[in-house]
């Protein structure tokens, strides 16, 4: 399976991700801020567990030390936490490494740690945290695309599923997904339309 898969939600809880993993989501980031090492290392452990003997796979946001020392095998980093990460020490453990960007500037750094896969937004306007950055747009999408090259753009920030035909064919090859999930009504059945819609498009 290509890392990440095109459907990639993104979550905050252990629960959320036992429950995407059991709708049968193939790539879940957990993005939990503001917690310590110690407590950082016992959440990777407990979601794996909580997902084990599933195929999904579990991504780590920021916390790469605790990623590795809890076992799991992918990490994302934000352009701030990058400044901070051991690179090669995540490589030396094995875990693929993706990378968000913003700016040509935040790129430039990002394709120097030859990432996994790069991960550009917003591409629309977001409500879930303040941005630095303006929405991005479709056609930025192709832009980064053309730039990076082989490597897989996730394209990030306001997509819904009604959206996202467009967000594909500006040339991301997948999809982070938040709010359109862990805010909707219905998130079952958003997942699960989300996934009949990857597999249609494949």
């Known amino acids: ?109 990002a394709l120097n740690a030859h990432p996994d896969y790069i991960a550009f937004g917003p591409i629309y306007e977001t409500t879930l945290k303040k941005m630095r950055f303006a929405p991005q747009g479709l056609e930025r999408i192709g832009q980064w695309k053309r730039a990076i090259g082989p490597i897989p753009l996730v394209a990030i920030g306001g997509i819904t599923l009604e959206r996202a035909p467009g967000v594909f064919a500006a040339g991301a090859d997948s999809i982070s997904v938040v709010s359109d999930i862990t805010q909707n009504p219905d998130p079952d059945a958003r997942v699960k339309a989300w996934l009949d819609f990857v597999a249609e498009t494949a």
């Open 1 to 109: 399976m290509p890392h990440p898969d095109r459907f990639y939600p993104v979550v905050d809880s252990v629960a959320w991700v036992a429950r995407l993993a059991k709708l049968g989501v193939r790539t879940v980031q957990l993005r939990v801020k503001n917690i310590s090492y110690p407590e950082a290392v016992a959440l990777v452990r407990e979601t794996l567990a909580a997902i084990q003997n599933t195929r999904t796979e579990l991504v780590v946001n920021d916390h790469w030390q605790a990623a590795i020392a809890g076992g799991a095998k992918h990490v994302h980093l934000g352009h701030e936490d990058l400044l901070e990460a051991d690179v090669p020490a995540i490589r030396r453990a094995g875990l693929t490494l993706g990378l968000s960007t913003h700016d040509g500037n935040e790129l430039d750094m």
